[in-house]
DNA sequence: CACGGAATAT
DNA sequence: ATATTCCGTG
């Protein structure tokens, strides 16, 4: 039965209208449909935390890129417990699936450090636009900080894909757009790691961030794509965008209509008016109310333009197509925005680089299949509660109408993911430097040109990439 | 506190 | 698959 957990409810107070709000980027969650992950995963989780201020008192970036302290552990325990709808979650539970994840390379254990664990950071790259671009981009192919050139990344498969798990199925998770053909063959829906060689064999990893500050550097250790940086408080969201209360910490208002920010709201990565540094809120006092009351407060949000639409930078053979080898078709008109990607194969080179020996361990199984993908949460609730005990109870309700969807068909088109949730530029886009810069477009109407979606698709690629660390 | 095996649950 | 639960070992 249904604990009433805050997964389910929580509707989000949010309008149908896709809102900036917070948050993470899509692929910060599954769908439900995905295996194994019909919830958030424990690591968006901790993600989630992190980037809420209110929170701070209970986790926070700390010490080393990437790395961050749990605080206050009952308290972090609780409130998965309470996402999860697990009453009796407490911190060696939870540190217990934590350590899972070492495996999976998604974090690891600062030693000597209590509660303190690290996100593989140095492997995640995030791409929420064109992915191509960030492919060809010469900042990451080449003289990127991340494989200093040469060394051979060993960007592990399974840390790479962990963080793309499979794309939803055709069936029905597909909820919002689903295009019911979206049904793609076997492996169509899915967004193939290998579509991204880039994210795969000579990626550009890097195993630390250069010049890597403290805790909250003014600007990003190097410059991640969009400004990306972890540090910030507002690394995973929307700068300005309002922070939501900490019930915002549940699903629903995660998942924009992937229809509506493509369509409007997009933000231009490449606006000129993006203030360097300014992470704004240098310091968050701290927060220390752990009950997570209301947070929002503090929130300053750093006041960068948003990014608008990269859609109309001329990419050259940047285009997507040539990143990645093949053609990437624009669904139909009627559909919004679904652009099917071709798988493109990549030579047996995406292959992790040297795999830590000391990894081998029950050697988890590499899953040759790598059906990477982006995934997106699903608020579905915690339906049964084995734990007799409902301790938690909330107001049902919820909306899938704000879920965002990726969809991925190589031979049907598929739809990627809004940039919903880009990441403001803290530093000025690498590419800012490369490439030309058109006037950001206007906020695009949502019943816009199918032209302009075709131009715009790829920006609708947000993949997190964690590359080996 | 941290680690990881094992069984079990979703 | 991804946890959740237990639990023994350091």
């Not at 981009?137 to 051979?152: E, M």
């Amino acid at each position: 039965m249904d604990c009433n957990c805050v997964s389910d409810l929580l509707l989000p107070p949010v309008p149908a209208l896709w809102t900036p709000g917070f948050a993470f980027p899509d692929w910060a969650y599954k769908p439900e449909s995905s295996p194994g992950s019909r919830q958030i995963q424990l690591w968006h989780f901790i993600l989630e935390l992190l980037q809420k201020e209110e929170y701070q008192g209970v986790i926070a970036w700390q010490g080393d890129y990437g790395e961050f302290v749990i605080k206050d552990p009952d308290e972090v325990a609780r409130l998965w417990g309470i996402r999860k709808c697990k009453p009796h979650m407490n911190y060696d539970k939870l540190s217990r699936a934590l350590r899972y994840y070492y495996n999976k390379r998604i974090l690891h254990k600062t030693k000597g450090k209590r509660f303190t664990y690290k996100f593989n950071f140095s492997k995640v790259v995030l791409v929420n636009y064109p992915i191509l671009d960030m492919a060809n981009c010469p900042f990451f192919l080449t003289q990127n900080h991340f494989n200093g050139g040469s060394a051979a990344p060993d960007c592990s498969p399974e840390a790479i894909q962990s963080l793309f798990p499979r794309l939803p199925d055709s069936g029905r998770g597909t909820s919002l757009f689903d295009r019911g053909t979206a049904a793609a063959g076997p492996e169509g829906d899915k967004l193939r790691l290998d579509a991204y060689p880039f994210l795969s064999s000579g990626a550009p990893c890097y195993s630390k961030p250069p010049s890597l500050l403290g805790p909250y550097p003014r600007n990003p250790p190097f410059d991640y794509p969009w400004g990306f940086n972890p540090y910030l408080p507002g690394a995973f969201s929307l700068n300005n965008c309002p922070k939501l209360p900490p019930g915002s910490l549940y699903p629903s208002q995660f998942y924009p209509n992937p229809l509506q920010s493509s369509l409007s709201q997009l933000p231009h990565p490449f606006s000129s008016v993006l203030p360097p540094g300014e992470t704004g809120a240098g310091e968050r006092g701290t927060v220390g109310q752990t009950g997570g009351a209301n947070g929002t407060a503090g929130g300053q949000p750093i006041r960068l333009s948003l990014p608008t639409y990269p859609g109309s930078l001329s990419m050259g053979r940047t285009d997507i197509g040539a990143a990645l080898g093949d053609r990437v078709q624009v669904s139909p008109p009627g559909t919004g925005l679904s652009l099917g990607i071709g798988a493109v194969s990549l030579g047996p080179g995406t292959g992790a680089g040297p795999q830590s020996p000391t990894e081998r361990r029950g050697e988890v199984k590499q899953d040759p299949e790598l059906d990477s993908d982006l995934e997106i949460t699903d608020l579905s609730d915690c339906s049964s509660d084995n734990e007799n005990e409902h301790e938690y109870s909330l107001v049902k309700g919820s909306s899938l109408a704000n879920q965002s969807q990726l969809l991925l068909d190589g031979k049907k088109g598929s739809m990627l993911p809004p940039i919903t949730s880009l990441p403001p530029p803290s530093s000025p886009h690498p590419l800012k430097t490369l490439l030309p810069i058109s006037p950001p477009p206007p906020a695009l109407p949502p019943s816009l040109s199918p032209s302009t979606a075709l131009h715009d698709r790829h920006r609708e690629t947000e993949t997190l990439k964690m590359l080996h660390s």
